[in-house]
């Protein structure tokens, strides 16, 4: 446990730091995942729906056979892209957060003489446990 007297109060810009970074993380992620499901939907409805006529015109199956495939290969389709999409999201994350969001952390703690450990439990105790940020800060307490 971190000793109250210990503990170095944040500068009064670091939560909105934290805030704005966490935010930049958490729009990498959802542009990403949208982008991917979207494009996984555009591309995977298709061969579906191609692959039924194909068997509905030779007549391999009916129409009510059709539609159960349909909504059978529809439901394995978007569980699929959903995996997918929660994979581009996360990669997503990884990228913003090495490209600009680790520059701007050390930017900030060389800037406020700051250790990158102080800054991570500071922010860990201000975002809520499933911020994007969460995931690169070391929850080590200091003494």
Same mark, same amino acid.
């Given at each position: 446990?971190?000793?109250?007297?210990?503990?170095?109060?944040?500068?009064?810009?670091?939560?909105?730091?934290?805030?704005?970074?966490?935010?930049?993380?958490?729009?990498?992620?959802?542009?990403?995942?949208?982008?991917?499901?979207?494009?996984?939907?555009?591309?995977?409805?298709?061969?579906?729906?191609?692959?039924?006529?194909?068997?509905? /015109?030779?007549?391999? #199956? =009916?129409?009510? $056979? @059709?539609?159960?495939? !349909?909504?059978?290969?529809?439901?394995?389709l978007i569980g699929g892209i959903m995996l997918l999409?929660?994979?581009?999201?996360?990669?997503?994350?990884?990228?913003?957060?090495?490209?600009? /969001?680790?520059?701007? #952390? =050390?930017?900030? $703690? @060389?800037?406020?003489? !700051?250790?990158?450990?102080?800054?991570?439990?500071?922010?860990?105790?201000?975002?809520?446990?499933?911020?994007?940020?969460?995931?690169f800060l070391s929850k080590q307490e200091y003494v």
């Amino acid at each position: 446990m971190i000793d109250e007297a210990l503990r170095p109060e944040p500068p009064e810009e670091l939560p909105k730091l934290a805030e704005r970074l966490n935010e930049n993380l958490r729009l990498s992620g959802s542009s990403s995942a949208e982008h991917t499901f979207g494009l996984g939907c555009s591309l995977g409805f298709t061969p579906l729906l191609v692959i039924l006529v194909i068997l509905l /015109v030779l007549r391999v #199956i =009916n129409l009510i $056979l @059709a539609g159960i495939l !349909l909504v059978i290969g529809l439901l394995a389709l978007i569980g699929g892209i959903m995996l997918l999409a929660q994979k581009a999201r996360y990669n997503g994350i990884q990228r913003a957060y090495h490209a600009t /969001v680790e520059a701007e #952390i =050390n930017q900030y $703690l @060389a800037q406020n003489k !700051l250790s990158r450990r102080q800054f991570d439990v500071i922010v860990s105790q201000l975002l809520p446990e499933d911020a994007p940020l969460q995931a690169f800060l070391s929850k080590q307490e200091y003494v």
